[in-house]
């Protein structure tokens, strides 16, 4: 079974720009959660999309925004992009029901 | 608000002995708890889980302690492998949300 992908792997991006970060789900799984990961700040929590709807969601500005599709795939994007910005973010699915969440291998984002 | 919190942001141990990583959380009302490992450049891999209703349980090398009224839990490696040499999260959820909240991390060192 393949894992949760996400693309692009590395980007590269410049303030005030608006970047879109992809994610195709473990098959079978509909929940598709996505993390932003900084140094000494951990994972923090962005938001988790459900059936093509946002079922819970972190403490971030407007400007980060996701959506999902019928077929469970997701995307976040992020607009006026900020140094701050620059960071891991990861996305991680689970089966319905389920409470563990497994990870893709990250999409690394360089705002310049 | 850092409902997760992992105090040590780093830990050596010799190989063969035993690694403690803990953590502690605040929102009483997280019911589910994980541990995940995470090598540089590569995604948070789901190491071990439970349940607030166990207070312990184990996978091979690998257990968890939770210690519901003082709001702790414990991964314990015994023995440790230079192959653990990694960082740890820690987590909580309420059961059947995947709105999941991380700790910052703990970087294991395991020594040879």
């Known amino acids: 079974k393949a894992g949760v992908t996400q693309t692009p792997r590395y980007l590269i991006k410049t303030r005030g720009q608006q970047v879109t970060l992809s994610c195709s789900p473990i098959?079978?799984?509909?929940?598709v959660s996505w993390y932003q990961q900084t140094p000494g700040q951990g994972l923090q929590f962005l938001f988790e999309?459900?059936?093509?709807?946002?079922?819970n969601k972190g403490n971030f500005p407007g400007r980060f925004s996701g959506r999902q599709f019928s077929n469970s795939r997701s995307e976040m994007n992020v607009s006026t992009l900020e140094l701050g910005d620059s960071a891991l973010y990861l996305c991680?699915?689970?089966?319905?029901?389920?409470?563990?969440?497994?990870f893709g291998e990250g999409s690394w984002l360089t705002v310049v | 608000d850092q409902q997760v919190k992992q105090n040590s942001p780093s830990l050596s141990v010799q190989e063969g002995r035993i690694s403690i990583l803990n953590c502690d959380y605040t929102?009483?009302?997280?019911?589910?708890f994980l541990w995940y490992k995470k090598y540089p450049a590569e995604g948070p891999t789901f190491l071990i889980s439970?349940?607030?209703?166990?207070d312990k349980n184990e996978d091979g090398r690998f257990t968890v302690f939770l210690n519901k009224s003082a709001k702790h839990l414990s991964l314990h490696i015994v023995p440790s492998q230079p192959g653990d040499s990694a960082v740890y999260f820690c987590a909580a959820s309420i059961m059947n949300n995947n709105d999941m909240r991380f700790g910052a991390g703990t970087r294991l060192t395991v020594k040879p």
């Open positions: 929102n009483s009302m997280f019911d589910y």
């Open positions: 999309y459900f059936s093509e709807t946002q079922r």
């Open positions: 439970i349940s607030s209703i166990k």
């Open positions: 098959s079978g799984h509909r929940s």
């Open positions: 991680a699915s689970s089966s319905t029901g389920g409470n563990t969440i497994y």
